[in-house]
């Protein structure tokens, strides 16, 4: 098994990502991040090594984030324009459009329903696979494609709306 500090190394950039992708505010994720590690230094002991290290960590991370909201009433900003900003070498139309489609993706997922946006998340930016999906939402498999398809074409027909309305 792995050692608490190879799991910091290995996993710590994820988990801020996947953060991230839930908040859009690099701060509040970093935050998320440093709270999860507390709550794994805490509890490494009780890990049993019956799930993946990533299934477990993403598990621990979903519960930060899941008190954490409890605590707030919060929407979530675009992405910090850094995020934005495209190769130096692309042609300035270029840019804009991929900045207009980044800036349109990423209001359409923050519209999903909170188990939708989360599922998402996970399969399409995390690529987990849909069995540690299950363990970190505490849903079965069929759930999860369930909910992943459904998140999916929700997706698709909210973009194309906004698409051309814009």
């Known amino acids: 098994m792995k050692t608490i500090e190879e799991i910091y190394k290995t996993y710590e950039k994820p988990i801020f ?18 709270e999860t590690f507390f709550q ?13 290290v990533t299934t477990w960590l993403y ?4 519960n930060v984030y899941s008190m954490w909201k409890r605590k707030q009433k919060v929407s979530f900003p675009m992405p910090e324009s850094d995020v934005l900003k495209g190769p130096a070498s692309y042609e300035p139309d270029t840019v804009l459009e991929l ?19 989360e599922v998402f998340w996970l399969r399409e930016w995390h690529e987990l696979a849909y069995e540690q999906i299950a363990v970190i939402m505490g849903k079965n ?3 999860v494609k369930v909910t992943l398809h459904r998140a999916r074409l929700q997706f698709r027909k909210n973009y194309a709306e906004k698409e051309g309305k814009e």
Not at 17 to 34: I, K, M, P, V
Not at 40 to 52: D, H, K, M, P
Not at 99 to 117: C, D, F, G, M, S
């Open 59 to 62: 598990k621990v991370a979903r």
């Open 17 to 34: 990502h996947y953060f991230y992708g839930l908040t859009g505010n690099t701060h509040l994720a970093e935050e998320l991040t440093q």
């Open 141 to 143: 498999v069929s759930w």
């Open 99 to 117: 900045k207009e489609k980044l800036t349109l993706t990423w209001r359409v997922i923050q519209e999903l329903p909170e188990n939708y946006r």
């Open 40 to 52: 794994v230094l805490r509890t490494f002991s009780g890990f049993r090594g019956e799930a993946q």
